[in-house]
């Protein structure tokens, strides 16, 4: 029997199953799994025992919720657990290949008065606009209940799985992955012993309607600049003028880091990039996309570049530097006459071959330390590396990522375009390293999903598309030379 | 009689009522009135309803609750009622002087979460740190119940109050007084007609010792700066490097306003200030202050001068700039991969005479919007100012002020220093040129009582003397020539 003679049932199935799907959606969105909070650790545990209870159902064994151990600081609470990884097999045939499913159940901080239309950890489903609106639904709850939805569909068939299955589902993707790189060299030559390929669903399609596979990944050093003044925030009328203003410390060292065009301004950090080949150049030629995608994406005509080839390298292989924001100042409506008294300036800069993580921890941190000295304030300043992950980049024509062309072509009837992506999963270069296997990234949302921003949505096609496309996947690969 | 005679026995029964003042200030602060955040609205009504109750047990009659209409923009709720100013009357005896007492209701926010030791909106009597700990005990809340203690203790000894009292307390001073300017001028000549003097209890001592009278003011322009860029928050992976970001936009103009030693960078600005005339300087020889008193009050050694008169100039006869905080930027703790889609800086500027303000908000503004100009972003600017009040100074040896003088030395042993303030209660200049009498700040709180900030109190010593002080002025003028 072919593989597409054995897809076809399945796929059928998987549509059949659609009510149950967007639940399980549902359920797990309304999790308030956020990793970045503190308060809501207990939301985030109690997500990955909802994996745990899924995966039971769905005839998972071994699993083994693997402690992590106390969150080292900057942490409020010095005896904050880790949420727990999920690791789980179903199959064990040395027959068949084995296949590392890769998710995390974490998501974004989230509010209503963020400007969401809707409550964020309470799924709301559009038929009419084929959305399903929640935090998570794409980054990466869909995704992760997308593997559960391959599990149950084959299971309600009776249809044995194409390969074996490992599944590593993580709590802490959201804020820096801690602790996941040291579990996988704990368990490469354990838990993880055999695995053939790791397959990644944690992306999205660079624009909203042709699907992709990716190649490349930018990385993601975080830091914040903490900036310390008077003992207490202070009236201005009373203070204003005589004393050194930590947020004028702040934004002037801000200002330094970056110009209104996106380039960093920190010396020698663009002379770690790697040089663009004429070859490396061409292969941008046939992607499908136009700034008018981006426009449409950012919901605005804010574009630097207008040239497909300018947007998507400096998407994809050269570094940023976002400011994200200020803790400690005066945040909210209103006018509030305040000093504050201790400010942390949070940015991240997005790194791409070849630089080196650690030097650029040492250019970051000296130029900022530097531009305060300048200053001569009596304020005091301390930055810092709050998490970093690094860039990865794999062969987009192995056996995994041919296999992932044909069931997304299958699924969607064209061939998936091969991109890099802007956004850093940094586990995926430590799978590869550890592991010493190839890494896939299958994307299940498109490009204006609005993952980390408001009103997160996964359409119904691409979550349930998706579901067939992850399954499809699996009976290529298994399909493949072992 | 004397007045010190009559004195006496008010004095006594102050302080046998201390525990039903204190009692008054907690249930004061127990009020959340807010006046910057529109859900607590509901709170800062119910506090001006407070006082109504109280004031009528007191025996004032005519009371009157000052509706002032819708809040004009901005504002979330553009339905948003203003709270209404209470005004009463106690005593209309022709042959007595008439002293207007202002006061306000409102508070500043605040919350636990910012860095209290308690409960902010829960007084707390530490008794052995001669301390009331809460919002509002100091600013405004402890001179209000001052005056309203006054009354208690006259109406319990059967003591004739010896002036006439109109009572005028507003519960939108920490934002902007919006519309009491209006309320002042409709009122001058029917519910205030025949006001002697005005005298204001909001502000506080130079230091933590001796006490002040104070007659001048810095006043208060609030300016924030709108960017906005795309549609909604963005993931900095994907878009870092593609587009416009606000917060850099933001930074870079907020960079451009004043130096690190709180120079004002705005060309123009400086060049509208007074000159120091050597008879002006020679006025600050005597004050007791140094550096040293800024550090206690600061909590640092973050001051920019170190001589007495170079920090008191720049506190209350040169010009400040301070900027409060980021609104719709990451603000919280952690590491969010944001790029916020709209963000606006809050800034404020502290005048002095001889600066017009329209001139100022027109400089400033101007200034903003070419600066932004100058970076070239496809982000949109709109700068604007969000409320302002004027400064003020006044003649300090005038009746109502030499009365103050012997109340203050009677209860607190020693002559006054002649201060000026660095804060603003922008209503002394309207209430002295639509009333055309003096006005009179003459304060009741230490100038380490953390106004604005975390931790506000007011001495107990101070909430009771002050109390003394407020019932002994009144008696100085009313005996003073009619």
Same mark, same amino acid.
């Given at each position: 029997?072919?593989?597409?003679? !054995?897809?076809?049932?399945?796929?059928?199935?998987?549509?059949?199953?659609?009510?149950?799907?967007?639940?399980?959606?549902?359920?797990?969105?309304?999790?308030?799994?956020?990793?970045?909070?503190?308060?809501?650790?207990?939301?985030?545990?109690?997500?990955?025992?909802?994996?745990?209870?899924?995966?039971?159902?769905?005839?998972?064994?071994?699993?083994?919720?693997?402690?992590?151990?106390?969150?080292?600081?900057?942490?409020?609470?010095?005896?904050?657990?880790?949420?727990?990884?999920?690791?789980?097999?179903?199959?064990?045939?040395?027959?068949?290949? !084995?296949?590392?499913?890769?998710?995390?159940?974490?998501?974004?901080?989230?509010?209503?008065?963020?400007?969401?239309?809707?409550?964020?950890?309470?799924?709301?489903?559009?038929?009419?606009?084929?959305?399903?609106?929640?935090?998570?639904?794409?980054?990466?709850?869909?995704?992760?209940?997308?593997?559960?939805?391959?599990?149950?569909?084959?299971?309600?068939?009776?249809?044995?799985?194409?390969?074996?299955?490992?599944?590593?589902?993580?709590?802490?993707?959201?804020?820096?992955?801690?602790?996941?790189?040291?579990?996988?060299?704990?368990?490469?030559?354990?838990?993880?012993?055999?695995?053939?390929?790791?397959?990644?669903?944690?992306?999205?399609?660079?624009?909203?309607?042709?699907?992709?596979?990716?190649?490349?990944?930018?990385?993601?050093?975080?830091?914040?600049?903490?900036?310390?003044?008077?003992?207490?925030?202070?009236?201005?009328?009373?203070?204003?003028?005589?004393?050194?203003?930590?947020?004028?410390?702040?934004?002037?060292?801000?200002?330094?880091?970056?110009?209104?065009?996106?380039?960093?301004?920190?010396?020698?950090?663009?002379?770690?990039?790697?040089?663009?080949?004429?070859?490396?150049?061409?292969?941008?030629?046939?992607?499908?996309?136009?700034?008018?995608?981006?426009?449409?994406?950012?919901?605005?005509?804010?574009?630097?570049?207008?040239?497909?080839?300018?947007?998507?390298?400096?998407?994809?292989?050269?570094?940023?530097?976002?400011?994200?924001?200020?803790?400690?100042?005066?945040?909210?409506?209103?006018?509030?006459?305040?000093?504050?008294?201790?400010?942390?300036?949070?940015?991240?800069?997005?790194?791409?071959?070849?630089?080196?993580?650690?030097?650029?921890?040492?250019?970051?941190?000296?130029?900022?330390?530097?531009?305060?000295?300048?200053?001569?304030?009596?304020?005091?300043?301390?930055?810092?590396?709050?998490?970093?992950?690094?860039?990865?980049?794999?062969?987009?024509?192995?056996?995994?990522?041919?296999?992932?062309?044909?069931?997304?072509?299958?699924?969607?009837?064209?061939?998936?375009?091969?991109?890099?992506?802007?956004?850093?999963?940094?586990?995926?270069?430590?799978?590869?390293?550890?592991?010493?296997?190839?890494?896939?990234?299958?994307?299940?949302?498109?490009?204006?999903?609005?993952?980390?921003?408001?009103?997160?949505?996964?359409?119904?096609?691409?979550?349930?598309?998706?579901?067939?496309?992850?399954?499809?996947?699996?009976?290529?690969?298994?399909?493949?030379?072992?």
């Amino acid at each position: 029997m072919s593989v597409e003679e !054995t897809l076809n049932p399945l796929f059928k199935k998987i549509q059949e199953l659609k009510p149950q799907f967007i639940q399980r959606l549902a359920d797990a969105v309304a999790i308030k799994s956020v990793s970045g909070d503190e308060t809501l650790r207990p939301e985030v545990v109690k997500m990955g025992y909802f994996l745990k209870s899924e995966l039971e159902k769905l005839g998972a064994y071994d699993i083994q919720m693997k402690d992590l151990g106390i969150q080292p600081p900057p942490v409020d609470n010095p005896k904050l657990n880790l949420p727990p990884v999920v690791l789980s097999r179903i199959g064990n045939d040395p027959a068949k290949k !084995t296949v590392l499913i890769y998710g995390h159940y974490d998501v974004q901080p989230a509010g209503i008065e963020d400007g969401w239309d809707t409550e964020p950890f309470e799924l709301v489903v559009k038929e009419d606009e084929d959305k399903l609106v929640g935090r998570g639904s794409t980054d990466d709850k869909g995704p992760v209940m997308g593997w559960l939805n391959v599990l149950q569909a084959h299971k309600e068939l009776g249809l044995e799985l194409p390969v074996n299955i490992i599944t590593c589902f993580e709590g802490m993707e959201e804020s820096g992955s801690i602790g996941l790189d040291d579990l996988i060299a704990q368990e490469a030559e354990t838990y993880f012993k055999g695995v053939d390929a790791v397959c990644i669903s944690d992306n999205y399609w660079l624009g909203t309607k042709k699907p992709v596979l990716t190649y490349g990944l930018r990385g993601c050093n975080y830091y914040q600049i903490i900036i310390n003044g008077p003992g207490a925030d202070l009236h201005s009328g009373i203070f204003g003028g005589v004393i050194h203003e930590p947020m004028t410390d702040l934004v002037n060292v801000l200002s330094k880091l970056v110009d209104v065009n996106g380039n960093i301004l920190i010396p020698g950090v663009n002379e770690m990039v790697a040089k663009v080949t004429p070859e490396e150049s061409k292969l941008y030629d046939d992607i499908d996309f136009d700034v008018t995608e981006l426009n449409l994406a950012s919901g605005s005509d804010t574009a630097i570049y207008q040239s497909k080839k300018e947007i998507l390298m400096h998407r994809w292989r050269f570094p940023s530097l976002s400011i994200h924001g200020v803790e400690g100042a005066f945040s909210g409506a209103g006018a509030k006459t305040v000093i504050p008294a201790k400010v942390s300036g949070k940015f991240s800069i997005r790194t791409v071959p070849d630089m080196d993580s650690a030097k650029l921890d040492k250019l970051v941190l000296d130029f900022v330390n530097a531009e305060f000295a300048k200053l001569n304030s009596k304020n005091t300043i301390h930055a810092e590396l709050i998490h970093d992950g690094d860039y990865w980049v794999s062969d987009p024509f192995n056996e995994s990522f041919t296999a992932a062309s044909k069931a997304t072509e299958l699924v969607w009837g064209v061939k998936p375009d091969l991109t890099r992506e802007g956004g850093s999963i940094p586990i995926s270069l430590t799978f590869e390293k550890q592991l010493k296997t190839s890494v896939l990234l299958l994307p299940m949302g498109r490009g204006n999903d609005g993952a980390h921003s408001i009103n997160e949505k996964v359409n119904i096609s691409n979550y349930i598309e998706g579901t067939k496309t992850l399954g499809a996947y699996l009976h290529y690969f298994g399909a493949s030379q072992k």
